[in-house]
């Protein structure tokens, strides 16, 4: 038996024991000085993503775009926009990944183009044009067509329909007006989409982000979405303003969808490619997509349940359980606090203890079981930039610019800040020249440069041996060379038998017939807290802080919001 699970060991795919890294292109830096981060800068601080340790690097979209969503509204799959670089400048990329033993995700946006895509503008010049079909069009509500099909709404609870005055016909776009749904349910769309896909495998890609795939296929029959008692969406159903999204989200053609895609990749081999999912669900509804009785789906899905999930001991307890239950081996979830469409979560913390807390939040995310997602910025404790909603360039946006600040402020909290995420999108700070470094002309960036940058930046954070990118550096480094962290099961500790404040997880695996086993205990409280060690021959592996001795012959003493790691 344990010769067996020995052998499953070395059988494990590489991205189920890895940790992605995600660079938001416009904003990693920039080469040309321009304000606008491109390629060639981020080949240039590949070295610096290799040293902090993370295995995988996701990219944010830098297709051709008109950039109206930054580059989620595409205008060409196959070229690379000239506000990035060149296909010659992304070959290079991918060889400098390759070279650093790093692996490169890139972000596909298959529900919708940008309107500015040929396609589309053939698609809406006639009736009849070839490439009318490759997106969703429907005759108006009789009696005289000038009203939507149906009652769908598009993401931000508005109608999805627009109205198209030539050939008065009506298009579907489930996120902005700007971003036309494709229609997958002709063939010629999804042949080109999948040889697309093998476009981008041909040229060394590892994998792809899917970005909201479960929009992908809506109800073939048009039927109204039903009426529903939810105002908010919860963690149990995405319904909201009173309106279920029963044939526009996660129909089930979507998850057919996921497999037809998984097939694809999984043409090309040595190494393996995975994809992970962007989508809006329960935890059922995710797993679903990874494949219901057996994993031959999506390869992974961001759950995105963690980045709601409060600092106490009973939450986290009960996601993990949550976690275990949905995706146990050989499923795995995964972790994700922040990323390009909400608040940076070490904002949501009191100034007073945010890099502590952060801290306990990387080590978390780095020694649960699952697959963690490192947003940039978040290892140096990059701040949201609260900018003015006035000034805002997001085009989610746009729609409440007018509305009165006390009404803007209110959305932008029950939105967790997906209504102007400007804020989490400045520009990297490297260190304290005029333009933290990001560009090298002091001018204007894209967005502007977090005044604090002076003092939060790489460069401090290097030095500083006692900083949450050290904190995050020592833990991927721990992580990576501890089997039971990568790859092993997971144990969560009975409540009752440490304090209240303190979450407790063990880890395991069998490597060459030996139980390698880590003891993972965090304290969630802000205060000191010893309590008895039920394993005094465990030694310390990793602390949150530097300067912890957490252990003596009886007892753990853990600082306040202090993570500690152990081993037998
Ligand atoms: C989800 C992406 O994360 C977001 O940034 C984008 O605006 C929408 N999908 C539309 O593609």
Redesign the pocket.
Known sequence: MVEKKNQDRKNIPWWKKTTIYQIYPRSFKDSTGNGIGDLRGIISKLDYVKDLGVETIWF?PFYSSPQA?FG??ISDYQNIDPEYGTMDDFDDLVKNVHDRKMKIVLDL?L??TSDQHNWFIESKSSRDNPKRDWYVWKDGKKPNGKAPPNNWKAVLTDCGWHYDTKTDQWYWAY??PF?PDLNYRNPEVKMHMMDMIRFWLRKGVDGFRL??LGTVYEDPEFRNNPLSWKFFPTDDSMDVFFRSKKYTDNYPDNFEFAKELRKVIDEFQNPPRFLIG?ISGTLEELRNYCGKDSPDGLNLVFIFQSMRTKLKVKKFHRLIQEFETYFPDPYIPTWVFS???FLRHISRFKEKNAIEKSKLYSVLQLTVRGVPTIYYGEEIGMRQHFLPFEESLDS?SLKFKKLPHLIQNFLLKISDYGLN?DGCRTPMQWNMDETAGFSPNPIDTWLPINPNYKSINVENSIEDKDSLFCCYQRFLKLRKKTPALNSGNITLMNLKTIPKKVFGYTRSAIIDGNEQMVYVYLNFGNKITTFHNPVPNSHLLSSTTISSQPLNSQNITLQPFEGIVLEK
């Open positions: 944010s969503d989620y509204d946006v529900n919708h996120f902005l971003q970005d909201i962007e990323n390009h469409d989610v995420r």
